[in-house]
């Protein structure tokens, strides 16, 4: 079966730009996260999704961040304004029935 | 406060040792635990899951432990080889069937030498 699918793989912009990434889960996982991930750290959640509802999203600055599902497939992740401290990688995952998560390459973000 | 701990200091053995990784949890009770490969500029990779009622796991040359009562999870890689070089993220997880959630670890790096 094809993996997570997550575009761009790099990113350079510069603070206060906009960014927007994407993501195309394993097909039939309906539940779907967004990880960012700095180096050195273990992945941060930043929103989950369960089809097209948000299940948490507790961790996102949604000052600047926003993500939608709008059919329960494939997501969106947008920054606006990114921040320097937003560089990072993002990593989109999504989880079959018994809850093991299967990430995408990620997104490696750097905000000069 | 709540707290996942995982070897802070990277990890080095010789080809052919078991390299043990530690994951120590204070302040949770997960439902299970999961541990994942994590391999430079890659997403982390599923290997093992092991629920609260179970002891001890094995895949190939993998095994892990979960003790709740001292809150903490041994994984084991035996005959280890220098292909198993990479970051090891341990993460509790948490709820059940559409709301299930993970909790990780910082990750512990380890380098097999041939």
């Known amino acids: 079966e094809a993996g997570v699918a997550q575009s761009p793989r790099y990113k350079i912009i510069e603070k206060r730009q906009s960014v927007a990434f994407w993501c195309n889960p394993i097909?039939?996982?309906?539940?779907l996260y967004w990880y960012q991930q700095i180096l050195g750290q273990g992945p941060k959640l930043l929103i989950q999704?369960?089809?097209?509802?948000?299940?948490?999203d507790s961790q996102l600055p949604k000052d600047r961040f926003s993500a939608e599902r709008l059919k329960g497939v494939d997501s969106t992740l947008k920054i606006q304004p990114a921040k320097l401290e937003d560089s990072a990688v993002y990593l989109c995952?999504?989880?079959?029935?018994?809850?093991?998560?299967?990430f995408g390459p990620g997104t490696r973000l750097t905000v000069t | 406060s709540q707290k996942i701990e995982q070897n802070s200091e990277a990890l080095n053995i010789q080809e052919g040792k078991t390299a043990t990784l530690t994951c120590n949890y204070t302040n949770y009770s997960p439902a299970y635990l999961q541990w994942y490969r994590q391999d430079p500029g890659r997403g982390p990779v599923f290997l093992l899951l092991i629920r609260e009622n179970e002891k001890e796991k094995r895949k190939e040359r993998l095994k892990v432990t979960f003790d709740t009562t001292l809150k903490q999870s041994l994984f084991h890689i035996t005959a280890s080889q220098p292909a198993d070089s990479a970051t090891y993220l341990c993460a509790l997880g948490f709820g059940a069937g559409n709301n299930r959630k993970l909790i990780w670890g910082l990750g512990t790096s380890l380098a097999v030498n041939p």
């Open positions: 995952a999504s989880s079959s029935l018994w809850g093991e998560q299967y």
């Open positions: 999704f369960q089809n097209n509802g948000v299940v948490d």
């Open positions: 097909s039939g996982h309906a539940t």
